[in-house]
């Protein structure tokens, strides 16, 4: 249940920070903050999601990146803590399980500052790409790398970890994985 829990937490807050719908539909939601700069590098856009390791701690992240912003429900309860870089327009949002890092999540403050650093996806390809399908059969077929976007570390053991790619065209609408351990869970095409 809790793992379910997790899964339903990253996706809500994945869709949140995408600004999508699920399925095909039109995204209206996309509300850049244009105050903010955009990265100028992936190097910069990844620079915060992959200093965070399977295991690692909150103090050890707090060392790293400062108290970073908690994030709460209507309870007043943390649901995950926001850490940002210089520009405050890329970083990390992470959810803890008793102060161990569980999931991690690329935050950016817009979608198409992602366009430049993503492969492209090419609607006639998308029926190819299914469920039980492994991630580098769909790398393949798309013919370009996609972006992670987060990574929830299991508890069965080093290798298991859920994660969802994301390929963005050049008007930011994009096609999702759901992936567990490299393996295709579920597919969702967001349009603008």
């Known amino acids: 249940m809790k793992k379910f829990t997790t899964i339903l937490l990253t996706l809500a807050l994945i869709l949140t920070l995408t600004a999508c719908l699920p399925n095909d539909f039109a995204d209206v939601n996309d509300k850049p903050n244009d105050n903010l700069p955009a990265p100028a590098t992936k190097e910069?856009?990844?620079?915060?999601?992959?200093?965070i390791e399977r295991d690692m701690t909150r103090s050890e992240?707090?060392?790293?990146?400062?108290?970073?912003e908690p994030k709460t429900d209507n309870y007043g309860d943390v649901?995950?803590?926001?850490?940002?870089?210089?520009?405050k327009?890329?970083?990390?949002s992470v959810i803890y399980d008793d102060g161990i890092v569980e999931t991690k999540m690329l935050f950016f403050n817009s979608k198409k500052n992602l366009v430049p650093?993503?492969?492209?996806?090419?609607?006639?390809?998308?029926?190819?790409?299914?469920?039980d399908m492994t991630v580098e059969n769909a790398i393949k077929i798309m013919g370009s790398a996609p972006l992670e976007?987060?990574?929830?570390?299991?508890?069965?053991?080093?290798?298991?970890m859920d994660k969802i790619y994301c390929w963005y065209n050049e008007d930011a609408s994009n096609f999702m994985l759901h992936t567990e351990n490299g393996i295709i869970e579920?597919?969702?095409?967001?349009?603008?």
């Open 89 to 92: 327009s890329a970083g990390v």
């Open 61 to 68: 992240i707090e060392a790293k990146f400062g108290t970073g």
């Open 149 to 160: 976007l987060s990574c929830t570390y299991d508890d069965d053991g080093p290798l298991d």
């Open 117 to 131: 650093f993503s492969g492209r996806y090419i609607d006639e390809k998308i029926p190819e790409v299914k469920s």
């Open 44 to 51: 910069e856009l990844y620079s915060l999601y992959d200093a």
């Open 186 to 192: 579920n597919v969702a095409l967001y349009r603008n």
């Open 79 to 87: 649901k995950y803590i926001n850490y940002y870089n210089e520009k």
